[in-house]
């Protein structure tokens, strides 16, 4: 009963404070970078994620274990995909309740139970089950970090370091790049036991995440919606201190706003903010989302499951383009960044829509088109030769009884 009273009293209460202003007045500081560091390495993981996902199709395909076949391989990312949505979705419900710093931890426990698990996979189905609740756990770590950027930095550096902390994913894509070269190498470590490796790097990346996570605070802007504003006024104090701020200005009078206190945002409320009063920004942030989870995971997933002629050797090439165009009818057009000499700065050039190859076979439309599409990759390097850099080993797959070209 008296808990019952307090979240009433919690929900009927409306407070006034300054806490957002003196957040936003705050010049960056060390405080500001290692929060910067702390949220930006769930990024540099989901990158390896990615990554290691897409080259270590061909040693799930060879495992004597596993044996996956191309729709197995398919299934497993899907199911990595599933997670992710379905984590932000429920992480994201939670984090509204108990507060952003402890789902910090549930959801990198999550995602570190589930790697390693997946590294002991011993069937299709416990390998599809851990990435599931792997890509939960990024998931989660989506909703809980995006919070932490708005609430935590202030409003005239927000822009750049939303783009700094998620553009760390590609540094997670190198280091999977990097970890397959050495762990899929059949002159360095045994192939069924590479990619379970591979898998446990991503762990151990984690585990040091765990530390990072120290750095950062319980939002004071959560804190002071849900009833607790002494501790929400003690963190900006320290964060005050940190950044430097002469004890003359924290006593300044700043801007207060009116917050009505409570437990939770209603999921109503929620639905009216998203489809009713910012409908637009809702679509568009929905767009480039949907671009990015399905278009671009679904091409680096899957992009060793098919052998193509590449300069006349048969190399794992994705189908993911061809499958796309083909099932939806969008155009394929060519597109490559040349660097020009003469303005001694990277130009880029389009070539027309390309005719799509379609014989009736819906796989013999995929290898064709896919070739086709390697054929216009060829060209231009074939042209562009000195601009060529090719950092992965796209030939390392071999054609079942092929010998190994390295």
Do not use: C
Not at 9 to 38: C, K, M
């Amino acid at each position: 009963m008296d808990q019952r009273i307090a979240t009433a009293h919690v929900q009927a209460a409306v407070v006034e404070t300054d806490i957002p202003a003196r957040l936003d007045r705050l010049p960056w500081s060390r405080f500001h970078t290692l929060v910067v560091a702390a949220l930006g390495i769930t990024w540099i993981l989901d990158g390896l994620e990615v990554t290691l996902a897409g080259a270590l199709s061909g040693a799930l395909k060879e495992s004597p274990t596993l044996r996956f076949s191309n729709f197995d391989v398919g299934f497993a990312n899907s199911a990595y995909l599933a997670g992710a949505v379905l984590g932000a979705l429920g992480f994201g419900w939670l984090t509204d309740r108990i507060g952003r710093k402890k789902l910090f931890f549930i959801t990198l426990a999550v995602y570190l139970t589930a790697t390693a698990a997946t590294a002991l996979s011993w069937s299709v189905g416990s390998y599809a089950l851990f990435r599931f609740l792997t890509g939960a756990g990024i998931g989660g770590e989506y909703t809980a970090i995006n919070s932490t950027i708005q609430e935590l930095v202030p409003a005239r550096y927000r822009g750049w370091t939303d783009l700094l902390i998620n553009g760390s994913f590609w540094i997670g894509a190198a280091i999977g790049a990097f970890s397959a070269i050495v762990l899929l190498d059949p002159a360095v470590i045994s192939p069924d036991f590479g990619w379970r490796l591979a898998y446990l790097t991503g762990a151990a990346l984690g585990l040091i995440v765990f530390v990072m996570r120290m750095w950062i605070p319980e939002s004071p802007r959560w804190l002071m919606i849900h009833g607790r504003p002494e501790q929400a006024h003690t963190i900006v104090d320290e964060i005050e201190k940190a950044a430097t701020v002469h004890p003359d200005e924290r006593h300044e009078a700043l801007p207060k706003i009116r917050l009505k206190m409570r437990s939770h945002t209603p999921l109503g409320e929620v639905a009216r903010t998203l489809f009713t009063t910012y409908r637009t920004r809702s679509l568009v942030g929905l767009v480039l989302m949907g671009a990015q989870a399905f278009f671009y995971n679904a091409i680096f997933f899957t992009f060793a499951l098919v052998l193509t002629d590449f300069f006349g050797i048969p190399a794992a090439t994705t189908p993911a383009v061809a499958t796309f165009a083909l099932r939806t009818g969008a155009a394929v057009i060519p597109g490559f960044l040349i660097w020009d000499e003469t303005l001694q700065k990277h130009r880029l050039h389009f070539d027309p829509p390309l005719e799509l190859i379609h014989t009736g076979d819906r796989t013999t439309d995929i290898l064709e088109n896919t070739r086709m599409f390697n054929k216009v990759l060829e060209n231009y390097i074939r042209k562009n030769p000195d601009q060529w850099l090719w950092i992965h080993r796209r030939w390392k797959t071999r054609p079942e009884g092929e010998a190994p070209l390295y």
